[in-house]
């Protein structure tokens, strides 16, 4: 099992924390299918807190490499960009909008995601493994799915109309790629 705790290896336990992450994302991604969602967002909320621990175990352990820092940006892409989006989209999208409206939502909906996207890979380009800095330069992915989980309360609750979280969206998708300062946890 020294694997395990072997900066090199690919399947150390951050790096399975991670893996643990994406399973999570995967498996919403499924349910979301199946229009189960509150089955999915339980499984968004695991791979949520599986992300937390896969970090601070690497940077604990000094299991940082540049394998792990990949791993988690997909497993961030997968569980905090694609299944949020998705679950909206399935969940209000196609039940408010028809016709042009929904191409328009669709538009936005790959908007946020391309947004997530290049938030990620602007972070894994400007990374070093092991260093944590004490700010994030515009919301974080994790966050950003946060607040589209809000978002989502919000228009199941009868809080927000449909057109609203299609702002929003827009706006947490803006937000991912702006100068805020978000102080790192």
Known sequence: MKFLWTPSSHFNLANIFTFVNITAGLLATYFITQNNFFLAVILAWIGGAFDIFDGKIARKYKLSNEFGIQLDSFADFLSFVLVPVFLIFQAIYSHAFEGFALAVVGGV?????????????HFNINADAGKVENYFTGVPTP?????????????????????????????????LNSTIKVKHP
Not at 109 to 121: A, M, P, Q, T
Not at 162 to 174: K, N, Q
């Open 143 to 175: 966050l950003g799915a946060i607040l589209l989980w809000l978002v989502y309360l919000a228009n199941i609750y009868n809080i927000l109309p449909a057109t609203g979280v299609v702002v929003l969206m827009v706006a947490i998708g803006w937000s």
């Open 109 to 121: 909906s790959i908007y946020y995601v391309i947004s997530g996207l290049r938030r990620l890979i």
